[in-house]
């Protein structure tokens, strides 16, 4: 497998262009994110502001680190895209618009993503992948109806035949040696789907709520447990 394989995949489905020259060219602008392979070579500036508007189609398109013939290979997957602000729209083709997963290329010390997966963007013998189970997201008049929407809809997308035999698909091309769910929704799919073939193994988001009972942040618990699997490499 190689990079162009995942972008066919993907361009097969949606009408992206420039998006992983862009994404290259943001990427290697921040320090914290160690070096990408999303495109051969090229460059791409972005130009002005893209702001989603109702109609709209967000999809976060995969972002890998490593070298995917890497004998561990970790794919995460969270449930579908969101449309939060501006500065994370990369690149707009009719009405879909084209982002990153957590919004990869502004990740810092502070931020909670970046503070969550920082201990597997180190090792260079690790492919860590990134994902969402529904691969795209329908913008409605307001943040909220869009979120209500997206989380209504999740179970119907998910088992869709199409979406099934995609992520069967980009699956296979990985290979993955880890399958990791962030939430509890994400397992339950993928663990049921998946299950059979693949390690799945259960995460919390890194944006949910700080545990009650230890008092501990979620990406402490997602630090914790992605521990445990680099130690078992």
């Known amino acids: 497998m190689n990079i162009t ?3 066919n995949l993907y361009s097969e489905k949606y009408s992206f262009e420039l ?12 320090q914290f994110i160690p070096k990408a392979s999303l495109s051969n070579g090229g460059k791409a500036v972005i130009e002005g502001s893209i702001i989603a508007r ?16 890497s004998k561990n290979r970790i794919i995460f997957l969270g449930l579908e895209p969101r449309d939060t602000e501006a500065k994370y729209n990369i690149e707009k083709k009719d009405n879909f618009i084209f982002a990153t ?14 503070k969550s997966f920082k201990s597997v963007l180190k090792p260079n013998d690790l492919f860590v992948y990134f994902t969402d189970v529904v691969k795209h997201y329908e913008v409605k008049s307001t943040k909220n109806k869009s979120d209500i929407n997206a989380r209504a809809l999740f179970w ?10 995609f992520l069967n698909q980009e699956l296979n091309l990985i290979n993955p040696t880890h399958v990791i769910a962030l939430g509890g929704d994400s397992f339950k799919f993928l663990n049921h789907h998946f299950g059979a073939k693949w390690n799945v193994v259960k995460v919390i ?8 009972k230890t008092g501990m942040n ?11 699997i680099l130690k078992s490499f």
Do not use: C, M
């Open 5 to 7: 394989q995942i972008k």
């Open 19 to 30: 998006f992983y020259e862009l994404a290259q060219t943001l990427l290697e602008e921040n």
């Open 54 to 69: 109702p109609g709209d189609i967000r999809v976060d398109l995969p972002i890998w680190f490593g070298d995917v013939s």
């Open 101 to 114: 997963p957590f919004g990869i290329e502004f990740w810092n010390e502070k931020n909670k993503y970046f």
């Open 156 to 165: 119907e997308k998910a088992v869709l035949e199409e979406n099934l035999e």
């Open 205 to 212: 988001h890194p944006a949910a709520r700080p545990d009650k």
């Open 218 to 228: 979620a990406y402490e618990k997602v630090n914790e447990t992605l521990g445990k």
